[in-house]
């Protein structure tokens, strides 16, 4: 699972597929400063609502 601040893209393309849609996420780092509690607070999970806490790309 990849949460906010990472950067993900879906494009179409023949790598998953999920009730007959075929996606291809991308996931990338971001830059460091949104990991701090700062950039967490203004981008990270909770602020858009999600009851998760954020997950560094890479971790799971």
């Known amino acids: 699972m990849r949460s906010s601040p990472a950067a993900s893209c879906a494009a179409?393309?023949?790598?998953?597929?999920?009730a007959s849609l075929r996606i291809r996420?991308?996931?990338a780092p971001c830059?460091?400063?949104w990991t701090s509690p700062g950039g967490l607070a203004l981008a990270g999970p909770h602020y858009f609502g999600y009851e998760t806490d954020?997950?560094?790309f890479?971790?799971?």
Do not use: E, K, N
């Not at 179409?12 to 999920?18: F, I, K, L």
């Open 12 to 18: 179409t393309g023949p790598s998953v597929s999920w």
């Open 25 to 27: 996420v991308i996931a």
């Open 31 to 33: 830059d460091p400063r």
């Open 54 to 56: 954020y997950l560094p």
């Open 58 to 60: 890479g971790t799971v």
